[in-house]
């Protein structure tokens, strides 16, 4: 294999973007159209919503279960092979005619949009600790641009050409990727020889052992929990008080995209030594960031919009630097667990996410936008204290957190 500087050159690390980007926008096409999807699937309004969750599901258990093999099999092997699976589950998803196909598909497709979560590891295995930052910012840059876009993106083909080519695109997308991981992702062999169940088994040893793991895995759960509230309930709080169509909703998602240059920024003052700065500044960014949107519905419509779009653009850029910052100090703990030091960290964002997702319709319902506004304010303030407490007890021992 070849050196990591030979390795990650500009365009592999444009690559690498591309795919993760592609890759996590599975998971995302079903949310905007799932009142499209429903009928045409014959699926009950009741059971429409378990398209989404059973996604989500399923990513959460593909996370646990296959993204730690990225310590134990040939890397470009296993990605390969997850992208076979996510090439057949959306393909079965444009062609389901049945409740429990479009159920099952979903499930599949949330289990193997976890190669995103391979590929960033590989990345910083082939990028020296001067330039890890830097590298995986750009390439979180492009996953942050996937979920973005997803939405929209869906919304639109949706549109134009019905729900079912939504999925038949993303089909035609999987193909691409892999070919591209094919011909260009450098292969790498673990050196780790433990059995598929050590493997598993060492993960709760791997987060007791790592305060590190722990403290970042805790912070970037309430900012993504933020995140997730802010994204799923905006659209609600647009269409309702506001009277946008899905076509201004995806133009506005567009304008939340500015956040993804938060990543290389982050990566390269993070490289230069200034981790535990910009960790400070993101949470606090992220408080900062729901001002406007606490005052978006006592607006004007247009100064109302402007209002929620400068929110989602700095939680945008404040979630996005706060990952990339706790990515760099995760992947600096153990080299050799990489693969399963990322399934928590990631685990954890994902379970921070689906907890702001899933309050989002509800705490709009009773509480209004003030109210999602407030709650979503609120956990990065959680983070922010907890952070500084962990800085004031133990400042040198806690260099990475």
Request: glycine share 8%; hydrophobic share 60%.
């Amino acid at each position: 294999m070849s050196t990591p500087s030979q390795t990650m050159s500009r365009g592999l690390i444009a690559l690498f973007a591309f795919c993760c980007g592609a890759i996590v926008a599975n998971i995302y096409y079903a949310q905007p159209i799932i009142e499209l999807m429903a009928p045409d699937a014959n699926l009950t309004n009741s059971t429409a919503s378990l398209v989404v969750s059973l996604t989500q599901i399923g990513y959460a258990v593909g996370l646990f279960f296959l993204v730690p093999l990225a310590d134990l099999v040939e890397n470009r092997k296993l990605i390969l092979a997850t992208l076979a699976v996510s090439f057949a589950s959306l393909l079965g998803t444009a062609f389901a005619a049945h409740p429990s196909t479009l159920l099952l598909t979903s499930v599949l497709i949330g289990l193997s949009s976890v190669a995103v979560q391979m590929i960033i590891p590989l990345a910083a295995h082939l990028t020296s600790e001067e330039s890890r930052g830097r590298v995986v910012g750009s390439i979180m840059s492009g996953l942050l641009l996937g979920i973005l876009l997803a939405r929209p993106a869906s919304s639109l083909v949706a549109n134009f050409f019905g729900w079912r080519a939504v999925f038949m695109v993303a089909a035609g997308v999987m193909v691409v990727v892999a070919i591209a991981v094919a011909l260009f992702m450098p292969q790498r062999k673990p050196s780790h020889s433990a059995s598929y169940g050590a493997l598993l088994a060492s993960l709760w040893h791997l987060f007791q052992r790592h305060p590190v793991l722990r403290q970042r895995a805790l912070y970037q759960a309430l900012m993504f929990a933020a995140f997730s509230l802010f994204w799923t309930a905006s659209p609600i709080a647009l269409a309702r008080e506001y009277g946008l169509s899905q076509a201004q909703i995806a133009v506005f998602a567009l304008v939340g995209a500015m956040g993804a240059i938060a990543a290389p920024i982050a990566g390269r003052l993070a490289d230069a030594g200034h981790t535990q700065r910009l960790s400070h500044f993101a949470k606090l960014l992220a408080v900062v960031a729901f001002v406007p949107g606490l005052v978006a519905l006592q607006l004007h419509l247009s100064f109302g919009v402007v209002a929620l779009a400068i929110t989602g653009v700095l939680l945008d850029f404040a979630v996005q630097m706060n990952m990339v910052l706790g990515q760099r100090a995760v992947y600096a703990l153990d080299p050799a667990s990489r693969g399963r030091l990322n399934a928590l960290y990631m685990t954890s964002i994902f379970i921070g996410g689906a907890v702001g997702s899933s309050v989002a319709g509800s705490l709009y319902e009773h509480a209004g936008w003030t109210g999602v506004a407030l709650a979503g304010g609120a956990m990065p303030v959680i983070a922010l204290l907890v952070f500084l407490k962990v800085s004031a007890s133990a400042p040198i021992a806690v260099k990475g957190a």
